[in-house]
């Protein structure tokens, strides 16, 4: 499985603007990372947390989009496992 998972990333940095993806479980454990610090999985898993708390009713997990001058991230979580995509301004 965590060869599937390395491939996956390494497919999704080939899309143009992404620069970098990152897997992490719900403890902020980082599963795989390419193009970006392992160690932000941490605080990726505690973003997705924070921002599910905001609609606790909601039958599907939030999608956040973190922007800057210098890209965005998104970060989703979807069964225990949540997945962080870095894009570059084309």
């Known amino acids: ?10 497919e999704t940095c080939r899309v143009p603007g992404i620069s970098g993806a990152l897997c992490a479980d719900n403890n ?9 610090k392992p160690e932000l999985a941490g605080h990726v898993a505690s973003i997705a ?10 039958s599907t997990t939030p999608v956040i ?14 069964n225990d496992v949540t997945m962080a995509m870095f894009k570059t301004p084309l």
């Open 1 to 10: 499985m965590e060869r599937q998972l390395e491939k996956h990333l390494e």
């Open 28 to 36: 902020g454990l980082c599963l795989a990372a390419r193009g970006c």
């Open 49 to 58: 947390q924070q921002a599910a708390q905001l609609h606790p009713n909601s």
């Open 65 to 78: 989009c973190i922007e800057s001058e210098g890209g965005s991230v998104l970060i989703k979580s979807e």
